[in-house]
């Protein structure tokens, strides 16, 4: 397929609001590639070129790309950053100076989308030294031969920037309406193929030439991370009682979901949000091997920091320092040692368990693992429809400095994916929101070199877009401004005055007194007096709260309408 092509789609959907439009777009552009365009095209549409689980992102710095242009078009980089300046979308600038390059029209030779991919592949793999000039070079050699409509969607896609409204359900629903006869039965095998092979991509491929049969049939594949079940708020231990009768009533540790898997004599460490953490947890992996006692499976648990002296519980931003460490790592492992709790098994010697009860599943955990006390443990768990045994429990918990307790279900089934009902949390106080950072503001006087103030948003899950719901500027200590600087500078993509706008990437924890109406925010709901809890570095935009969860606290407040 010529890259122009998936180019006028990309316009399409820009221009589109109507989810039920956008999927038949996407689905008429999926029916339209042939079988290597078709994962090609998937990964396109989403922004990225590799899938989300291997962490190898586009995203090219800003700068970078001025550099490349400035090459491109042999215009100085003030030039570039003047029409930056004036048109706040570097897209749009190469769009424009593209035109006025002669080279195109003599070149005549089309940019097809696997010369594309193939190239845009290179980039994430660059590093060390020399790989900012072979960054620029490939990029560089794409704008030269990209029509201008090509290189506005070339330039957004390489700064991770494409913006075009196509988020996961999106693609789902085209994968469906191309190659499947549209039932909800198709939509739940392309959900669950795509829960076990974390790459749309592939989904897209078996849905074409296997069909739902072929999607039903999907295996976990050993060292390729699964779409973990999740829980949901429950408003009270009673409410879920009185719904279920007995439940299995668990710890809920603050830690880190950790997915383990085993083949033979090799460990794979996963987080909730598909990181390979193998590397950084050496002492876990010495742990699985010692205590699972099966060939081949796949082990859930939460992972925790305890204190090296007294061996209690350490808070979560203690063990996040070891989640994406690179260097020291067997120094951290003193440092900071750590303790799983497994809860759940859905995998083992080849034969998928999800299917099971989670009271059968616990039994077959119990006996796939040998206990190694204070280290390698399994989930405290108490089963009983005493409300007051439960609360007694909670109350355990908590004092053991954990978040509360997960309810379960006693014959649910483990279900893939986001908060699917089967699992009910049960916390403290209001819940807090996770929220995106996407803009903030330069500090004043001696603050001047800091960021300041925090635009935070919820999610939509319809379109993937980011709502703006508040501003958040306290809670934080000077290092934590600090720290917040130093993540968020390199996610700009636009500075007015001292507003910047940023990259949606780093989420965080915050609590607040209140929420409002309000129409200054594209959500319509503003958060009253918003103040920092913690960064979640094991949480991704994907993960933060949504739009239909702040409604849902909007009016628990009692002040619906
Ligand atoms: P939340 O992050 O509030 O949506 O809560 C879900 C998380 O709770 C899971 O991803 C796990 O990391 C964590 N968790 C802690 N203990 C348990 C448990 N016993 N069962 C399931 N999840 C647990």
Known sequence: MEYKVLCEYYEKLEKESSKIEKTKILAKLF???????????????????????????????????????????????????????????????????????????????????????????????????????????????????????????????????????????????????????????????????????????????????????????????????????????????????????????????????????????????????????????PDLVELCKKGIKVDECVIEGETIAVDPKTNTPMAFQVLSQRIHRKYDIEKMVEKIPVQIHLFDIIYLNGEMLISKPLIERRKILESAIEVIPGKFELAKQLITKDVKKIEEFYNEALNAKQEGLMLKVLNSPYRFGRHVGGWYKIKP??????????????????????????????????????????????????????????????????????????????????KYQEIQKSPNYESGYALRFPAFVRLREDKGPEDVDTINRLIELYKSQGKAG
């Open 429 to 510: 106080t209001m819940e807090n929101l996770d929220l995106v950072i996407v803009g903030a503001t330069w500090g004043e006087g001696a603050r001047a070199n800091w960021l300041t103030s925090f635009e935070l948003a919820v999610r939509d899950p319809d379109t993937g877009n980011f709502l703006r719901c508040g501003m958040m500027s306290t809670g934080l200590t000077e290092e934590e401004y600090e720290m917040m600087t130093e993540l968020l500078k390199p996610l700009i993509i636009q500075e007015k005055g001292k507003e910047v706008k940023v990259r949606p990437k780093i989420v965080v924890e915050v």
């Open 31 to 281: 029916s339209q590639c042939s079988a290597e365009d078709l994962e090609r095209v998937v990964f396109l549409v989403q922004g990225i070129v590799y899938p989300k689980y291997t962490q190898l992102e586009l995203g090219i710095a800003t700068q970078l790309m001025i550099r490349a242009m400035s090459k491109a078009y042999g215009l100085s980089e003030e030039k570039i950053e003047e029409e930056f300046a004036k048109l706040g979308d570097l897209g749009l600038v190469a769009e424009k100076l593209s035109k006025n390059k002669k080279q195109a029209t003599l070149f005549k030779k089309s940019l097809m989308v696997e010369k594309v991919f193939e190239e845009l592949r290179k980039l994430p793999l660059l590093s060390g030294e020399g790989s900012q000039e072979k960054k620029i070079m490939t990029i560089y050699h794409l704008l030269l031969i990209a029509e201008p409509k090509e290189a506005k969607y070339l330039v957004r896609t390489i700064l991770g920037e494409l913006r075009i409204g196509v988020a996961e359900g999106l693609i789902r629903d085209a994968i469906v309406e191309a190659f499947l006869p549209s039932k909800e039965e198709a939509a739940e095998a392309v959900d669950y193929a795509w829960s076990i092979l974390s790459d749309f991509s592939l989904v897209a491929k078996i849905a074409k030439e296997k069909g739902i049969e072929g999607l039903k049939s999907v295996k976990i594949e050993i060292g390729r991370p699964i779409q973990v079940m999740l829980g949901e708020k429950a408003e009270s231990i009673e409410e879920v009682v009185k719904e279920y009768g007995e439940v299995a009533a668990e710890w809920k540790y603050d830690g880190m979901r950790t997915i383990i898997m085993k083949k033979a004599d090799k460990i794979w460490l996963f987080t909730r949000r598909q990181e390979d953490v193998t590397k950084q947890f």
